[in-house]
């Protein structure tokens, strides 16, 4: 190997060490600033855990907060989703997630799924009458609650 070609090398090795020492530093001091942000404001923090639905609008989809509102809306314990939902690992577990204590079951009479689901194929199918659904802002995607006989 020609010496050039040698420096040429090591001049990029040491180029690019120095960048990712950059990217390391700068994500050490936004470590840093969120948990000096945590710490400073502890008993807010520790008060909020205990809480039920602390951080959900924070956290979850804004689809996923719908589908879970409506099962409390009609007090369902027990839920299904439909395959789309289910493609997405996602939103079902967040689903799970927020929809807590109540509870996914193949078997549940109860179906939550996407309202593009139905316009993209039939109505809901002939065992399931809607029960409601909701437009959810800021999403291409309305859901929809249905109770499948």
């Not at 879970?68 to 577990?93: C, F, T």
């Not at 029960?131 to 249905?146: C, H, K, N, W, Y």
Request: glycine residues 4%; neutral net charge; contains cysteine.
């Amino acid at each position: 190997m020609p010496r050039s070609l040698g420096w040429i090398l090591i001049a990029a090795l040491i180029l690019a060490s120095v960048s990712q020492l950059e990217r390391t530093r700068r994500s050490g001091r936004k470590l840093a600033s969120n948990v000096i942000a945590i710490v400073g404001d502890l008993p807010a923090v520790v008060e909020r855990i205990g809480t039920p639905r602390a951080g959900e609008q924070e956290v979850l989809p804004p689809q996923v907060l719908a589908l879970a509102w409506m099962l409390e809306k009609h007090d369902i314990g027990v839920y299904r989703y439909s395959d789309a939902i289910a493609k997405s690992p996602l939103r079902s577990q967040r689903l799970v997630e927020a929809a807590w204590p109540r509870r996914p079951s193949d078997d549940a009479p109860y179906r939550l799924s996407y309202l593009s689901e139905h316009y993209a194929r039939s109505p809901i199918s002939p065992e399931c009458e809607e029960i409601d659904s909701l437009f959810v802002p800021d999403e291409t995607l309305g859901v929809s609650l249905a109770r499948c006989h």
